[in-house]
């Protein structure tokens, strides 16, 4: 392939935490960078009707596998990282060096560069503080989660950006996305990456759709971040058939109950404190949501006349660890089934939320059905990946929740931005390629 055709030094497809990251830190290494993003650029409102826009498209943000189990994700500029809920949780080391992925120094820089810090007083919430105090005085090590968070611009009356955060206090990936675009990375939107151009044993382009209209794209180094639903089928189009089987998508339930004494802020923060029972293989935390997704939960479990209640419900997340298993299809749909083993991990897990809630004196606690959030594990490392995050082919990397090699159940985007950062430090040649 001729060089006149690269024109780029790196092509980098998605613009969630592991995309927004490499592009970041190639562009501040004054490589030539675009990014390529299927979702819109457009700024974010925080109202439900911008998410609705995407919600409501099959395929395209919620995804429900044959199972009727909802998978959610975000397509837009920043990724999922638009919709989650800023918490930050340690980087399991020992099981990425197993593979001999050693991230320590750039998560170690990832948290020195981020807002990450437990939320300061006045923004833990009265329904969090009950829930925490509760499991405390149960004997349980309910603790404040680090989170994501610019303190400093918080104000009482910002409701928390569960469609996107128009204030800017929760850290996402779109705003590594625009420091790239600064250093002069190229963005192009509604650019929808179909697959890799390959010449031999070497990627050298992409091909995308845009409008209806079909382009190809050359560069010296491709990385395919479209997120662990996305990468294995642009992989699969572009001959790759074994990428996309026994993933992980971290099924979660929610337990709540209703409180008189105490009515949540419209400023509730989720996940603002709670416990990793490593063993057991789950976590739980607090977790307010949104009013159409109270009313949903609600609704799927037959409790009508809860459904004006979210003000004064306390509700406990249990998310676990499930086993591998499943596959994507080549359409980019989810086929997995919840184990029973997974099934029964999220009911003990329950179980200990009941007594709880109860202890923080709610009635009436019932559990929502299941849902999940984190698909990843699509494209792993130690099976399809090198530890540099390389495929088979030369110039070919991906970098995103899909690379992770074994079952999680954790908040991964720490990890995916030390991976970034990884993943940069091997492509400008001041880390050696394990
Ligand atoms: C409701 C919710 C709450 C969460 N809360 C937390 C939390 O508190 N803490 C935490 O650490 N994690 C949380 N997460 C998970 C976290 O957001 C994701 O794990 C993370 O964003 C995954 O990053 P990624 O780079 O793998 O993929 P994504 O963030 O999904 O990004 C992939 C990007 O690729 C783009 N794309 C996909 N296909 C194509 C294509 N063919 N061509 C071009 N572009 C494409 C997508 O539009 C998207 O922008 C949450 C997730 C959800 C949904």
């Given amino acids: ?235 699969r189009n572009s001959g790759m058939r074994r990428a996309g089987y026994d993933f992980f998508f971290d099924p979660l339930i929610t337990v709540c109950g209703e409180v008189k004494d105490v009515r949540a802020r419209v400023s509730e923060i989720p996940m603002t404190a709670g416990l990793h029972l490593e063993e057991e293989g789950y976590m739980m935390t607090d977790m307010s949501v949104p009013l159409l997704l109270d009313m949903l939960f609600t609704a799927q479990v037959f409790r009508f006349h809860r459904m004006f209640s979210q003000r004064k419900m306390l509700r406990i997340m249990i998310k676990a660890q499930d086993t591998l298993g499943g596959r994507i299809t080549d359409r980019g749909g989810v086929r997995k089934r919840l184990a029973e083993q997974d099934r029964q991990k999220l009911l003990r897990g329950a179980a200990r939320a009941r007594e709880i809630l109860q202890h923080a004196g709610a009635k009436g606690i019932f559990n929502s059905w299941y849902l999940a959030s984190h698909p990843g594990g699509t494209v792993k490392i130690g099976d399809i990946l090198d530890a540099g995050l390389k495929t088979e082919y030369d110039h070919l990397y991906v970098c995103d929740c899909s690379v992770i090699p074994e079952a999680w159940g954790l908040p991964p985007t720490l990890t995916l931005i030390g991976l970034g950062k990884y993943l940069a430090k091997i492509l400008s040649g001041e880390k050696k390629a394990p």
């Avoid at 392939?1 to 995309?19: F, H, L, N, S």
């Avoid at 007083?121 to 090590?141: F, H, K, N, Q, T």
């Avoid at 680090?146 to 955060?165: E, I, L, N, V």
């Fill in 1 to 235: 392939m001729e060089t006149a055709r690269r024109a780029y030094d790196a092509i980098i497809v998605g613009t969630g935490p592991g995309g927004a990251t490499v592009a970041k830190e190639l562009a501040s290494r004054k490589k030539r960078v675009l990014l390529l993003e299927w979702g819109s650029n457009d700024p974010i409102t925080g109202t439900p009707w911008q998410a609705f826009k995407g919600f409501g498209i099959p395929g395209k943000e919620v995804l429900l596998t044959h199972k009727m189990l909802g998978v959610v994700r975000a397509v837009c500029t920043g990724g999922s990282t638009i919709f989650y809920y800023g918490t930050c949780f340690p980087t399991p080391f020992d099981m990425l060096e197993k593979y001999g992925v050693h991230i320590r120094d750039e998560v170690a820089e990832a948290r020195a560069e981020l807002p990450v810090a437990p939320l300061k007083d006045e923004m833990i919430s009265p329904m969090a503080r009950r829930i925490m105090e509760s499991a405390v005085s149960l004997g349980y090590d309910w603790r404040l989660l680090d989170k994501y968070m610019y303190q400093d611009r918080w104000q009482p009356d910002f409701p928390f950006g569960y469609y996107g955060d128009p204030h800017r206090v929760r850290w996402d990936a779109r705003m590594f996305v625009e420091e790239a675009v600064d250093k002069s990375a190229e963005l192009i939107n509604h650019a929808r990456v179909r697959k890799v151009i390959l010449d031999g044993n070497q990627a050298v382009g992409v091909t995308y759709t845009s409008g209806g209209s079909t382009h190809h794209v050359y560069a010296e180094n491709i990385i395919i971040s479209a997120g662990g639903l996305g990468s294995p089928v642009i992989l």
